[in-house]
């Protein structure tokens, strides 16, 4: 299951985040831009990192998943190259999508305080922890309730080896989305109460603090 246009997709979207990045440099805002920048690959990298590491111990579990259930018909000879890029492709996108909500939730506003980047990197353990806890309950979950909850007579079919393992990784997967996703909104909860706390006198809206790290939006008045 190969993808042609990633590839190019990623190059257009580094090279359109490089546009803007020095677009705002010449505008005196390009530290701003390159640190947001810099959290997002870092993100994705994670992300990527999380999910190669996720598919390979999944895939020692069952290749049929990928091989039969997600159409991979190269997993049933290997993890690498095929299922290991499909990992990699899958876990960038989810680690940017994580961390565009992150910086997000953590957009200048008048009456709130911003975060530095310390912590939405601690806030990113959240998606992280989560994912690998549900993974487990998934793991439990997918041959004792998939099983008896589901029409699983398919799995029986020519290829499909060891149904109950088949079912265990489908379970692990199911709950590592769900855990990344609950995982996602308990960050956002947290940062979201923490720009509560009062702001340090004397800083801008755009300021950061919370790690010693306190800066002024430039061309903007600071807040009494």
């Given at each position: 299951m190969d993808d042609a246009t990633f590839l190019p997709r990623l190059?257009?979207?580094?090279?359109?985040?490089?546009?803007?990045a020095l677009y705002e440099h010449r505008r005196g805002r390009g530290?701003?831009?390159?640190?947001?920048?810099?959290?997002?690959?870092?993100?994705?990298?994670?992300?990527?990192?999380?999910?190669?590491?996720?598919?390979l111990c999944t895939h020692g579990l069952s290749p049929d998943y990928f091989a039969i259930g997600k159409g991979l018909e190269s997993a049933a000879r290997g993890f690498w190259p095929d299922v290991a890029w499909l990992a990699t492709r899958a876990g960038w996108s989810?680690?940017?999508?994580?961390g565009c909500a992150l910086l997000r939730m953590n957009n200048p506003q008048v009456e709130?305080?911003?975060?530095?980047y310390a912590s939405l990197v601690r806030?990113?353990?959240?998606?992280?922890?989560?994912?690998?806890?549900?993974?487990?309950?998934?793991?439990?979950?997918g041959p004792n309730l998939l099983d008896s909850e589901f029409d699983t007579s398919a799995l029986h079919r020519p290829g499909v080896t060891d149904p109950s393992a088949f079912l265990t990784v489908w379970g692990?997967?199911?709950?590592?989305?769900?855990?990344?996703?609950?995982?996602?909104?308990?960050?956002?909860?947290?940062?979201?109460?923490?720009?509560?706390?009062?702001?340090v006198p004397g800083t801008s809206a755009g300021g950061l603090?919370?790690?010693?790290?306190?800066?002024?939006?430039?061309?903007r008045p600071e807040l009494g």
């Open positions: 190059g257009l979207g580094v090279g359109l985040l490089a546009g803007i530290s701003d831009k390159i640190r947001e920048y810099g959290f997002l690959f870092g993100s994705g990298l994670v992300g990527a990192g999380y999910a190669l590491l996720h598919d989810a680690g940017l999508v994580i709130r305080r911003r975060l530095g806030a990113l353990t959240w998606p992280l922890a989560a994912s690998l806890l549900f993974a487990f309950i998934g793991a439990w979950l692990i997967h199911i709950g590592s989305y769900a855990g990344a996703l609950l995982g996602l909104l308990v960050a956002a909860s947290r940062i979201r109460r923490a720009r509560r706390k009062p702001k603090s919370g790690d010693g790290q306190l800066h002024r939006l430039r061309g």
